[in-house]
């Protein structure tokens, strides 16, 4: 093809690459409002949870029993195609994923699946608790119930689930909730099946275990109206926390998880998927948000460079590994395993491969990341041009004059790889460099601790639904529907208004409310009378400490605490040895709580066999001259009664006593 020369394009081009650089990236903590309006940040949401049903949502298998690592009866090994949609069309995400070749293997515990799951029966009739919950759920939402449940096929080639599609039903439309400062709307939440667990993802073959497939799963779905991270967080533990303040969710890692949708100012929307953890979303989606910033940065450098991108076109040529010169170790362990090597020419891209796209990656990135993911090429699997020279100034020692004609305005990348894939190589090599003149590709990405993702796959398009022919619609009647609605639990935004009111520290809320503890505070607070400061101070912050750092028997129940206050009123004992007790019924939950008061060692004494120590304690201090500070004086003397007077009466009061002892 033509060499590029240096003819610039029309000045409103020009004029949109200026206003692209007023804005670089910024770390999330130095962000403010004004940044993220200046890009153009939007999100919305897509929270799963996995609902507590005994059965799974279309057969009879146990839900909510999982599989050791290496325990299985039976594998079994599928292909997945691509089939036309209703509408005679290919879904995108299946065609890439078919390009693949990927074997997946099934690993089959007789526990937990049947041949429902590994496709070999139809379905049986959708679990009708799972149903009911997901409609009190939704009405919690305030969103409009269905008159009739349609169940429809969602089209995974990803492996994912046996049948190739996931079947879902939307139950409710419409819908809102109330953060602290704003009401964002819900599109749906939809009932549907869980997926399998992934255990390995390694060249052309995936393996996965199907206990956890056919689980029932909610998925709630937001209009796309958080406008920084910190909303976007909130809205998600608000849904979240809402969930499991019914009661009939599962709790515990994997149970929930959640899709984030990003996009900026021009850009388009991106999938995080997966996120198991609500803290990591900020990092998340302040380092999608920017990725795309930086993609149509790099998008209008290339065309004010490349007069047509449209006829654009890569060389490549197959080079042997001994024009390299000194092989590194990998491309050493290449070349022993019979790989073959290819040299790319991507003419206008210098400069590009090293552009910044988000913290510790470049663009050389996106296309490493897709040569992992749709030619299955492990990594490292390969390396650039800007990336020699970084590490030897004289690039023609690496990739020989003879191989290109080369331009001083072009970039390469060399890769290796078994023959049968290099074809695939190449075409995703080229396709990620043809997008980068459109801009932002839609797709779906992983996300990583550090708050940035991975490609994963093409973002899947409306192509892929289409209606379950094994099932028939299921109608709602209004009497079902308002009878679950009698049973409702408050509302979130009211649990955290009355804490407010309470004076429970924020800092307890999140806690408090991931736990679903609000029900437990105010049945303490209305049927004990203890003061729900106290209460709540005491759940958020002694029990979460004592979670952290202590081991559990596993069969500590939350109900358990209202217990042990009960037990202390009864007793007439002061409510601050609850503390003590919380760690030991923690560690202990079967114990007798007359046998927990002998484990803390706890004796019974008087008030006034306390107060008559001080005196002589004063004596002790006086002695001693530790310091003339009053209180420095009442903290020594707290410190020495601290231990026999917990329980017995309450430390402020002794504390004031020990005041009003000094002032005589």
């Known amino acids: 093809?033509?060499?590029?020369?240096?003819?610039?394009?029309?000045?409103?081009?020009?004029?949109?690459?200026?206003?692209?650089?007023?804005?670089?990236?910024?770390?999330?903590?130095?962000?403010?409002?004004?940044?993220?309006?200046?890009?153009?940040?939007?999100?919305?949401?897509?929270?799963?949870?996995?609902?507590?049903?005994?059965?799974k949502l279309f057969c009879h298998c146990p839900a909510g029993v999982y599989n050791g690592n290496d325990q299985f009866d039976a594998e079994v090994i599928r292909h997945m195609r691509p089939t036309l949609s209703e509408l005679g069309e290919y879904d995108g995400t299946a065609l890439m994923e078919f390009k693949t070749r990927k074997e997946?293997?099934?690993?089959?515990?007789?526990?937990?699946?049947?041949?429902?799951?590994?496709d070999d029966t139809p379905p049986f009739q959708i679990d009708k608790t799972a149903v009911d919950i997901s409609i009190q759920i939704s009405l919690m939402s305030k969103l409009n119930i269905v008159g009739e449940v349609h169940i429809t096929r969602k089209q995974y080639l990803d492996g994912s689930i046996p049948t190739g599609f996931q079947r879902t039903a939307i139950i409710g439309v419409e819908g809102e909730i109330y953060l602290k400062n704003k009401k964002v709307r819900l599109i749906q939440l939809s009932l549907e099946e869980d997926s399998c667990r992934e255990v390995s993802d390694i060249r052309h073959t995936r393996i996965f275990k199907t206990d956890r497939l056919g689980m029932p799963l909610i998925e709630t779905v937001t209009y796309p109206e958080m406008v920084n991270p910190d909303e976007v967080m909130e809205a998600c533990n608000y849904i979240r926390f809402l969930n499991r303040s019914s009661g009939k969710?599962?709790?515990?890692?994997?149970?929930?998880?959640?899709?984030?949708?990003?996009?900026?100012?021009?850009?388009?929307r991106v999938e995080i998927k997966g996120v198991s953890r609500t803290k990591s979303i900020p990092e998340l989606t302040h380092n999608e948000a920017f990725r795309q910033w930086a993609l149509l940065k790099i998008r209008a450098k290339l065309n004010a460079a490349i007069p047509d991108t449209k006829s654009w076109k890569m060389n490549h040529k197959q080079i042997d590994f001994d024009l390299l010169g000194d092989l590194p170790e990998h491309l050493k362990e290449a070349h022993e395993s019979g790989y073959q090597l290819f040299a790319v020419q991507m003419p206008g891209f210098k400069g590009m491969l090293s552009h910044f796209t988000q913290p510790g990656k470049i663009f050389a990135d996106e296309i490493c990341d897709r040569l992992k993911v749709v030619a299955c090429l492990e990594k490292p699997n390969m390396i650039h041009s800007e990336e020699f020279r970084q590490a030897t100034p004289n690039i023609d020692l690496l990739i020989p004059d003879n191989i290109f004609d080369r331009d001083d305005t072009d970039a390469q990348i060399i890769f290796w790889g078994p023959e049968e894939d290099i074809e695939t190589a190449l075409e995703t090599i080229e396709e990620r460099?043809?997008?980068?003149?459109?801009?932002?590709?839609n797709e779906t990405r992983k996300s990583f601790d550090d708050g940035t993702t991975i490609f994963e796959r093409v973002l899947p398009g409306a192509d892929r639904m289409y209606p379950d022919?094994?099932?028939?619609?299921?109608?709602l009647e209004n009497e079902r529907i308002e009878n679950l609605r009698k049973n409702l639990p408050g509302e979130v935004i009211d649990y955290y208004h009355k804490m407010r009111e309470w004076n429970i520290p924020e800092d307890t809320f999140i806690y408090i409310l991931r736990?679903?503890?609000?029900?437990?505070?105010?049945?303490?607070?209305?049927?004990?009378k203890v003061n729900p400061k106290f209460v709540g101070t005491t759940l958020g912050h002694k029990l979460k400490f004592i979670e952290g750092h202590y081991q559990s028997s596993g069969?500590?129940?939350?109900?358990?605490?209202y217990d042990l206050f009960k037990f202390l009123k009864e007793k007439k004992l002061e409510l601050q040895l609850i503390k003590p007790l919380l760690t030991v019924a923690w560690q202990h939950p079967e114990m007798e709580f007359n046998i927990m008061l002998d484990t803390i060692k706890f004796n019974k004494i008087s008030r006034e066999k306390i107060i008559s120590k001080i005196p002589i304690l004063e004596k002790e201090f006086s002695e001693i001259r530790i310091s003339k500070n009053s209180g420095v004086e009442t903290k020594w003397i707290m410190g020495h009664l601290n231990k026999i007077a917990t329980g017995n009466m309450a430390l402020n009061e002794l504390s004031s006593i020990i005041d009003e002892n000094r002032a005589i």
């Not at 997946?104 to 590994?118: D, G």
């Not at 460099?433 to 590709?441: E, I, L, Q, T």
């Open 104 to 118: 997946i293997v099934y690993r089959l515990k007789n526990e937990t699946t049947c041949t429902y799951e590994v």
């Open 433 to 441: 460099c043809k997008m980068a003149f459109d801009g932002v590709p």
């Open 249 to 268: 969710v599962r709790t515990g890692i994997g149970a929930g998880r959640q899709d984030v949708n990003v996009s900026c100012k021009g850009g388009t």
């Open 515 to 528: 736990n679903n503890l609000f029900p437990l505070i105010e049945r303490i607070t209305n049927d004990l």
């Open 555 to 561: 069969n500590f129940k939350y109900e358990i605490i």
């Open 469 to 475: 022919t094994d099932s028939a619609p299921i109608p």
């Open 1 to 55: 093809m033509p060499k590029h020369n240096s003819k610039t394009k029309s000045d409103p081009e020009n004029n949109y690459l200026k206003s692209m650089k007023e804005v670089e990236y910024v770390p999330r903590k130095e962000a403010t409002q004004e940044t993220y309006d200046k890009i153009g940040f939007m999100s919305g949401l897509e929270v799963h949870q996995q609902l507590l049903t005994e059965k």
